[in-house]
C-alpha cells in the first residue's frame, strides 16, 4: 500500500484515517481492542482522535477515546508503528472551547497521561475560541514541541481567516506551522471546503483528512427514508439530507457501486481520495464488516465517468 506523506513532515500514513470518536461511546474496551487490532493488521498506521471524546457519555471531561488507545497501544507495544493524531481546544462538559496557551500546557499532558505516550504525531487545533491570539496558541505548540511532547501541529475547525493568520504568524514569527488540515468535507458536504479551504491548503502545502466522510452514515446508503432514521443513534444527524440532493448523490453512488461490485461507502471513499490534497479520509468503524469497506476503498480507482456521475449529482 502506498504511503502518504503529512505535509512536511517525516509522518507517512496509508490513506485511510481510523476515527476513535466511537471509542468508549459507542464501543467498549474489548471490542474497540478488535476493530484496532484487525485496522493495523491490514498495515494502516493512522489513528484520529481528541482529548474531548467522548465527554457526550458522562458530561465531563472526555479522555474515554484516549483512554482506550493508551492501553491497547501499551497492551500490544506498538506505540512505535502507529501515528497518533489527538487534538486539544474543543468544549467538554468542563470548559468551554479554549486555544490559550495555559489550557494547551495543561491539556497536554492530560492526554499523554491517557495515551500512556511520551509524544503526540500530529496535534489538531480542534476548535478555535477566536479571541486567543494566533501567536499565542502557536507559542504553546513551540514550547510542547521544543519539550518533545508533541512532533507536529495542524488545524481543525478554524475559520479561513484565522487559519491564514495563524499559517502567516508561523512564518513571520518562525513558529511551527500547521501541517494538515482537517475540515468537514464529504460528496454532501462541498460547499464550503471547496472555495474557502482548498485553496489554503493547495497554497500552504497541507494535507487534507476529511472528517465525517460518510456523512454521519448517510453516504452508506442505509438512511433512505424517514423510517431509517431510527436504525442508530446517529440517525438524527443524518435527517438534513434526506431531501432531493441527497436521494441524487445516493443514486449516483448506487450506480457506481454496483458498476465496481463495492458498497456506497467505499465509493465515497475512493471520491475523496480522487481529489486534491486529500491524505486519508476519516471513517470509525463498530464492525468487522465496516472495517473492510474502508479497507476496499485505497484500492478502488474511479474512472473519469465514475467522477463526473458523482461530481454532477453532489454540486
Known sequence: MEKVKIGNTDLEIAPINLGGNVFGWTLDE????EILDAFVEKGFNFIDTADMYAYWVDGKEGGQSETILGKWMKARGNRDKVIMATKV???TGTHPVDTSKKHIL?????????LQTDHIDLYYTHFDDEK???EETLEAYDEIIKAGKVRYIA?????PERLTASMEASEKNGLPKYQALQ???NLLERAKYEPQYAPLAEKYGLTVFPYWSLAAGFLTGKYRSEDDLNKS????????????????????LDKVSEKHDTTLATVSLAWLLAQPNIGAPIASATSENQLQTLFNAPELNLDTDDLKLLDEASK
Open 155 to 159: 488545524a481543525s475547525n478554524l475559520s
Open 183 to 185: 475540515p468537514h468535507y
Open 106 to 114: 495543561e491539556a497536554v499532558d492530560k492526554s499523554l497521561k491517557r
Open 30 to 33: 474489548k471490542k474497540s481492542f
Open 132 to 134: 486567543t491570539p494566533v
Open 89 to 91: 481546544g474543543g468544549e
Open 233 to 252: 443513534v446517529r440517525g438524527g444527524s443524518v435527517k438534513q439530507y434526506l431531501n432531493e440532493k441527497g436521494l441524487g448523490v445516493l443514486a449516483a
